[in-house]
């Protein structure tokens, strides 16, 4: 299980059936914290160029937490690598396709490009509408595993 910090931003109705779902916004963490910033280690131009800006996202509130709190966040390793592999591995698969089906009907070079560029529009259309589909999203879907405890602020509470 791949683990992440977050915020719970938003609580949503729980549906009729499944669990409870909650907006939340991931904790970024950074090793140097000049991210963004004119001078660092080089990664500030990427910092600029996409602006670090926080990206929320929906996961199943399994713990019924609340809007507010931090909570630590999991997703299945499995998932990610099967997204992976279909992401990448799916268009590159129908591109090639295309090609090869191109060149067997009209043999020229001309038609295999054609054919590559068709077969990697089918591939990303096909590949839009499985991941749009209720099922796929439902068994990929981050969950919250539980909250996160602050060990800094136990800390705090000790020395005082």
Request: proline share 4%; charged share 10%; with cysteine.
């Amino acid at each position: 299980m791949i683990e992440q910090s977050a915020i719970i931003i938003a609580i949503e109705t729980p549906p009729t059936e499944g669990p409870a779902m909650a907006t939340i916004e991931v904790v970024r963490k950074t090793a140097c914290g000049l991210c963004g910033q004119t001078s660092g280690c080089g990664n500030a131009f990427w910092g600029k160029l996409f602006a670090h800006k926080s990206s929320s996202f929906k996961a199943q509130n399994t713990i019924n937490a609340q809007v507010g709190q931090t909570v630590v966040v999991g997703i299945d390793e499995t998932a990610v690598m099967k997204s992976a592999l279909i992401l990448y591995l799916l268009p590159l698969v129908t591109m090639f396709a295309g090609a090869l089906l191109a060149v067997q009907i009209v043999n020229a070079d001309a038609s295999a490009i054609l054919g590559a560029l068709l077969g990697l529009l089918l591939g990303f259309f096909w590949l839009k509408a499985h991941v749009a589909g209720r099922v796929y999203y439902q068994n990929h879907l981050p969950k919250i595993l539980r909250l996160e405890n602050n060990p800094s602020a136990e800390q705090a509470v000790q020395f005082q």
